[in-house]
């Protein structure tokens, strides 16, 4: 796990899934500041289904659920700043009791 870290002044473009993806639910005091996530595909096109990743092993990756610029299982960090273009979900914060950060 990473803690006390800082992400600052990316900009992310043409990522399949989530952009900026903090996986464990238990990383903390993470500081994620003015970065940019640009998914070029809109989600209704037929062939690139926007960002997500259809047909991996993993079935919530092949949905929207995982195709978010900001994507997070922990809600103990700091988010200033952000910009999300073109993604199903701009940032999911998807806490539910896993690690000690959410």
Do not use: W
Request: charge should be negative; aromatic fraction near 8%; charged fraction near 15%.
């Amino acid at each position: 796990s990473t803690h006390s870290s800082t992400v600052e002044e990316n900009v992310l473009y043409n990522v399949r899934g989530a952009g900026i993806y903090i996986e464990d639910g238990n990383e903390m005091y993470n500081s994620l500041n003015y970065n940019t996530v640009i998914c070029p595909f809109p989600f209704n096109d037929n062939s690139l289904h926007g960002c997500t990743i259809p047909g991996t092993s993993n079935r919530i990756a092949d949905t929207s659920d995982n195709q978010s610029g900001i994507f997070s299982l922990a809600s103990t960090n700091s988010l200033l700043g952000n910009r999300v273009s073109n993604s199903f979900n701009g940032m999911l914060f998807k806490a539910g009791g896993i690690g000690r950060g959410d």
